[in-house]
């Protein structure tokens, strides 16, 4: 047998390592950007954004990204993501007042990687907007852009999740380190799962960053080693000093601004930047976004923020505030897109394979011009059914 079954913290080859994160990316061998800057393809969301609505050029434009995230880089930006800023600084006063607000209560909160009050952060950041504010969560994930990107990796029925951080002037760099789900493992509870989890776990999620101002470099963006997600036994490596001196040798950092978008695979050594800026309070949004068979890292409310966001999708559509594509990339965000687990005694598929998912209910509801009422009692009673 040939193949490694386990992956050895000790075992790891830092030569590999080194002559994987050596590559170049060709900017020939892409064909919707013509720009890749320190490995990193750039692309522009304003001219990406009408190729979307075609099915066979968004299809190819997926295909990039997917290989990108994959076999290449590991890692693009998206200009322009968040071309309306409108919507960013809104939702930007109100990460602020409740992030004021939950410093108030609790005295700040503990980060996976800095300890309590060298960052601000906001878990949970997906619903507490869309419980502030249905209308600024439906502008703001109402989100071609975006919601490719989390296609393009996780394919359709992905689960959004997101925190803000802020990180103050003289806030520290973290650790080079790969994420969820086997980087939030300890080495000895990693090192007991096959070396094909460790495969799988790389395709379960796609870290993703809103910028919520301009960062530039000073400031601390996101401190990223590319095409270090294809060394196989990362989630054992990121931990060894040697592995992260040589992070520390290597890595790159991209300036970005105020609502362009950075999308990484899971696997990549990534690490957040000090902020050695005198004044910039450098505020991104998380996304965490996970495969439809998979665990997100939270708990959402999905519920309750389909019943609030549903009369205003209603209403925003309605005024042509939000396109139809808009609107669908607003529903992938809050409702859940996927049929299971469910109680099939009392939730049975019917005319399928599967029963109708939240976010089914929603855009049938939608169709049907179900009053929000209405709409609110067929979610109780989906809810209902799926209860054990």
Avoid at 70 to 82: D, F, H, N, P
Avoid at 217 to 239: A, D, F, I, K, N
Avoid at 280 to 290: K, W
Avoid at 341 to 363: C, I, K, R, Y
């Amino acid at each position: 047998m040939n193949e490694v079954a386990f992956f050895d913290l000790e075992a790891c080859e830092l030569d590999e390592f080194t002559c994987l994160t050596a590559q170049s990316l060709d900017p020939d061998a892409l064909s919707f950007t013509d720009e890749v800057v320190k490995n990193v393809p750039v692309y522009d969301s304003a001219t990406i954004r009408p190729r979307l609505a075609d099915p066979a050029r968004r299809r190819a434009v997926l295909g990039e990204w997917a290989w990108v995230l994959g076999q290449s880089a590991g890692v693009l930006v998206l200009k322009g993501a968040v071309p309306d800023h409108g919507p960013l600084d809104a939702a930007t006063a109100i990460y602020r007042r409740i992030i004021a607000r939950e410093k108030a209560g609790s005295g700040g909160k503990g980060d996976h990687f800095a300890t309590a009050g060298a960052n601000d952060r906001i878990w949970n950041s997906l619903q507490k907007l869309c419980e502030e504010d249905p209308e600024v969560f439906a502008l703001y994930f109402g989100n071609e852009v975006i919601a490719a990107a989390c296609e393009a990796w996780l394919g359709p029925a992905y689960q959004v999740t997101a925190q803000v951080n802020l990180v103050h002037p003289g806030g520290k760099a973290q650790e080079a380190h790969r994420d969820y789900h086997l980087g939030f493992q300890s080495a000895e509870a990693a090192a007991r799962f096959p070396a094909h989890a460790h495969d799988l776990s790389a395709v379960m999620t796609l870290q993703g960053a809103v910028a919520h101002c301009d960062m530039p470099v000073e400031s601390g963006p996101t401190r990223l080693l590319p095409y270090s997600q294809l060394y196989r036994p990362g989630y054992m490596s990121y931990r060894r000093e040697d592995f992260r001196a040589h992070f520390e040798a290597q890595h790159i950092q991209l300036p970005l601004a105020r609502g362009d978008a950075l999308f990484f695979n899971p696997a990549l050594f990534h690490a957040a930047g000090d902020n050695r800026s005198a004044g910039i309070e450098r505020m991104a949004n998380l996304l965490q976004v996970s495969s439809a068979f998979g665990r997100a890292m939270e708990n959402i409310d999905r519920e309750g923020m389909c019943r609030r966001l549903y009369p205003v999708l209603q209403r925003l559509t309605a005024e042509g505030r939000l396109t139809p594509s808009a609107a669908e990339a607003a529903i992938a965000a809050a409702a859940e897109g996927y049929s299971f687990p469910t109680n099939l005694d009392s939730d049975p598929p019917v005319g399928g394979l599967a029963p109708e998912t939240q976010a089914a209910l929603f855009h049938r509801a939608l169709g049907e011009g179900m009053t929000a009422e209405a709409f609110a009692d067929a979610l109780a009673v989906q809810s209902a059914r799926r209860r054990p």
